[in-house]
């Protein structure tokens, strides 16, 4: 059985209304070096409407300690009763978010502090749109923007056909929100390597991004 975390005299993870609630999720694993910060990116966020849903993968490190440390009536933390592996942490996750739009949350990134006000803004404006994303900055040894430069839409088509010129995925995990699909969490996110990078050929498959 899935154990929920929370420290003492905090209350746990209310309902909060779901009209453009947006799940933070975060796929936790080992990550005790920075998880604190990654969590800290979220609660700090612009956009308030937010839940925050963190599953802990069994970690071997002090991880589990750090969430439970954080006493916000925003977040829901689940440890899983036994280790589902890195796809299966994600399907987890996913499957728990509430909200109408989810973005994903490695316990290694931060989000910037409007990264959802904006993303919310952007497909508010767009219904037609499937997801929205920006550039990514590396922080440490390779410090810097991504560079990147897209149109201020993309329809899936060209979407598929910048990745496939560039041979790698344009759309990074962190700081990408995308609608909650119908389908299952285990159907759009596959068993592959790189299965981030089929959750965006499916979600944009007849969308634009």
Sequence with gaps: MDKKGCSKNCK???IIPA????????PSYNGELYIEE????ALNQT?????IVICDDVSSDKSWDIIESFCDERIRALRNSKNHGLVGNFRKVLSEARGQYVTF?????ILSVDTIEKSVEILEKN???TFSFGNVEYIGCREGSTGYS???LMHSEDYVKETIRRGKNIT???GTVFRKPLEPSEEIISDLIFFDWHLWMRLSKNQIS
């Design 12 to 14: 746990k993870g209310k």
């Design 19 to 26: 009209n453009n609630l947006v799940s933070i999720c975060i």
């Design 38 to 41: 990654a969590i800290k990116s």
């Design 47 to 51: 956009y308030r409407n937010i839940e």
């Design 105 to 109: 949350l490695c316990n290694d990134d």
């Design 127 to 129: 219904k037609g749109s």
């Design 150 to 152: 897209f149109p201020a």
């Design 172 to 174: 990074y995990l962190v």
